[in-house]
């Protein structure tokens, strides 16, 4: 079965899909390519993220996004695809109340002929769950080795962990959102930069401030922290109300940047140790997401855990950037062949589910 997966994160940096040939539940990647959001396109998605927005405004997104992502796919000219799964953009998400993506799956499957598959967090939701993480059943399925402990680390917008005992069974892997991943370095970034950059690459803006350590350990005061899993974060705790108080201290910007890359490796690592380690001793992280191309957060992060391998996914043959549309295609093909593909243990939900909406294949062109 050839499957494409479309993914856009919380970090807003545009569309990637991935096409991947799944033979269940063996997979190999055939295609991968990442289309960088529109400055204004980030920007009226980031108006609809907010609190205050029209209804208008998230309607026309929908669909307009659906277009976006029709031709995402179309533009890496891959044949005999037979499935789309595609995340949506995630513009709210309050796990377990509820949580909205966008980009109309009805639209995809009409312009590209391919039934398509979407709105994978709502069935976990209806079953109690946060409706996140989702792919830790892909890191379960892919990753678990018989003989070493693994973590995945994904750094995106929000960043989580997925805890791979070794030989682990599906109810002994869980996974959280650990809080920040890149999203407060990034919108700090845009300021430092007036816009011209939206996140700092590799690190260097970072590299120029100074930790301001008191506020670093206020940051972590944060109760969210102290939370067991599941739990789930997203732009709610870490979007423009945060940026409004660490621009309010009056430090220069480059320091808040500085923090920030602190804040999230921080966070990750006294999650795993809060979280993780009293269950089993990490012998491995693997890192995805944009963060991993951000080397000062990455040394802060092995830093912080100087008993563990911390390296990216690339060096076992996944490439950090399209592990989570890969991942997103494989749950496509679950959902396809009626295969549950939400771990309770890491969501939270009361039972496994069959998740998304399908939508039957149109005809191309109409």
């Known amino acids: 079965m050839r499957v494409a997966g479309i993914m856009s994160g919380t970090s807003l940096d545009g569309i990637d899909v991935a096409v991947v040939d799944i033979e269940w539940p063996k997979l190999e990647l055939v295609a991968f390519r990442s289309t960088p959001y529109s400055a204004a396109m980030r920007k009226r998605i980031l108006a609809v993220s907010n609190a205050q927005c029209h209804t208008r405004d998230i309607a026309r997104?929908?669909?307009?996004?659906?277009?976006?992502?029709?031709?995402?796919?179309?533009?890496?000219?891959?044949?005999?695809?037979?499935?789309?799964?595609?995340?949506?953009?995630?513009?709210?998400?309050?796990?377990?109340?509820?949580?909205?993506?966008?980009?109309?799956?009805?639209v995809i499957a009409e312009r590209l002929g391919i039934e398509t598959i979407t709105n994978f967090r709502a069935r976990d939701l209806a079953a109690g769950g946060h409706g996140a993480p989702l792919v830790p059943f892909f890191d379960w399925m892919m990753l678990t080795h018989d003989q070493v402990n693994r973590v995945a680390i994904n750094i995106g917008g929000i960043a989580n962990v997925h805890a791979l005992p070794k030989s682990a069974k599906a109810s002994a892997v869980f996974a959280f959102d650990t809080g920040p991943?890149?999203?407060?370095?990034?919108?700090?970034?845009?300021?430092?930069?007036?816009?011209?950059?939206?996140?700092?690459?590799?690190?260097?803006?970072?590299?120029?401030?100074?930790?301001?350590?008191?506020?670093?350990?206020?940051?972590?005061?944060?109760?969210?922290?102290?939370?067991?899993?599941?739990?789930?974060?997203?732009?709610?705790?870490?979007?423009?109300?945060?940026?409004?108080?660490?621009?309010?201290?009056?430090?220069?910007?480059?320091?808040?940047?500085?923090?920030?890359?602190?804040?999230?490796?921080?966070?990750?690592?006294?999650?795993?140790?809060?979280?993780?380690?009293?269950?089993?001793?990490?012998?491995?992280?693997?890192?995805?997401?944009?963060?991993?191309?951000?080397?000062?957060?990455?040394?802060?992060?092995?830093?912080l855990m100087p008993k563990s391998y911390v390296h990216a996914i690339d060096d076992i043959g996944i490439p950090a950037d399209a592990k989570e549309a890969m991942a997103f295609a494989f749950l496509a093909a679950a959902t396809k062949?009626?295969?549950?593909?939400?771990?309770?243990?890491?969501?939270?939900?009361?039972?496994?589910?069959v998740l998304g909406q399908i939508h039957p294949a149109g005809v191309r062109g109409n």
Do not use: W
């Open 61 to 106: 997104l929908n669909f307009e996004l659906a277009e976006l992502y029709s031709q995402a796919v179309l533009d890496l000219k891959v044949k005999k695809i037979e499935l789309v799964g595609c995340h949506g953009q995630t513009i709210y998400h309050e796990g377990p109340r509820c949580s909205l993506q966008i980009g109309e799956g009805a």
């Open 181 to 303: 991943g890149n999203m407060v370095i990034d919108q700090l970034a845009a300021i430092s930069t007036r816009g011209k950059q939206s996140y700092d690459k590799d690190g260097k803006l970072g590299r120029k401030g100074t930790l301001n350590r008191p506020l670093l350990k206020r940051l972590l005061k944060d109760k969210y922290f102290l939370k067991p899993p599941p739990k789930s974060a997203g732009r709610e705790q870490y979007g423009e109300s945060l940026i409004g108080k660490l621009v309010g201290t009056g430090l220069p910007i480059e320091d808040l940047i500085a923090t920030a890359t602190a804040f999230t490796a921080a966070s990750i690592a006294e999650g795993i140790e809060r979280f993780v380690t009293p269950k089993f001793s990490v012998d491995e992280c693997l890192v995805s997401g944009g963060g991993v191309h951000n080397p000062l957060l990455m040394a802060e992060l092995q830093g």
């Open 337 to 353: 062949l009626g295969i549950a593909a939400n771990l309770p243990s890491a969501t939270g939900a009361r039972k496994a589910v």
